[in-house]
């Protein structure tokens, strides 16, 4: 009997490919990456690029209810903004917001580092009020301007109440309907709302001080105001200077606290810029000033974050 010898038979036919395997190498995997974020690009751009570059665009046209139904849209350049610098109600609403703007800041991060240095220090008697404090933060925007509003009323509001039994005031007084008094009681509100959140990213710039320096520089002599001036506030200088942009930020975007409280009333005396766009869109159904208003608050916010940013990354070099 003669004995075969048999080879095993080696296939010829290739592995076949997968789609998947094209993005494995050459031009395929240089893709890949841009695949992966073009749906949060579209979704940016749908939500996010295209309302502004609208809105911008509107603020160049003479967009109203009329010629939107009679499809009459016209270029008119900057005339929506020579008619917004005509209105008297636009030179109270700017004067109003660098008001509110400044108080908020201001004692936001005044109040924002005193409230962090407590913290940071360990002072006796804050152990119940820590989360307290934190409670304005964490409540819902609409939820803490209706209480302060109620607290305003001056029919039954418990600040009406508490003040004439302490005997600061002699009767009643209306904070939110007088012109004098509207804006101020507003502004209140949005430092106690907002004065937590400074609070904890100072607090947390705070915990980065050594405390060596702190026992060098009360070894040097250096108590009090002098080291706050000279020690603790260069150590955190960048964390503040973040603080309080973001406190600009979110004090422009605030349109929450007014509107509900006054609507910008009595007479204009809380008119901001915000709720004054708001008016010309929904009020008066003219777009064309409202995205002229709206144009202006988005350029000085783009000027901010650019700010915002340039921190951000000095704090990342540093």
Known sequence: ????????????????????SVFESGWGARLYPYLMVLPAVLVVIAVVLFPV????MSSFRDVTTRTLNTDTVTWVGLNNYRRVFADPVFLRAS?????????????????????????RNRLPGLGFFRAAILVPWVIPSVVAVLTWRWMYDPSVGILNET???????????????DTQTALLAVTLESIWKGTPFVMLLLLAALQ????????????????????????????????????????????VNNFNAIWLMTEGGPLNSSEILFTLAYKYGFQRFDFGMASAVATMIFAGLVVATTVYLVLIQAKEDR
């Open 208 to 251: 980065l001080v050594p405390d060596s320096v702190l026992e060098a520089a009360e070894m040097d002599g250096a108590t009090g105001w002098r080291r706050l001036w000279y020690v603790i506030l260069p150590q955190i200088r960048l964390s503040f200077a973040i603080a309080a942009v973001l406190t600009f930020i979110l004090t």
């Open 53 to 56: 570059v609208s809105g911008i």
């Open 163 to 177: 003040l004439v039994r302490i005997g600061l005031i002699d009767s009643y007084h209306s904070w939110l309907g």
């Open 95 to 119: 004067l109003n917001t660098i008001v509110w703007v400044s108080l908020n800041v201001v004692f936001q991060l005044g109040l924002g580092l005193a409230l962090a240095l407590m913290l």
């Open 1 to 20: 009997m003669t004995l075969v010898s048999r080879t095993p038979h080696r296939s010829t036919e290739q592995p076949r490919r997968t789609w998947s």
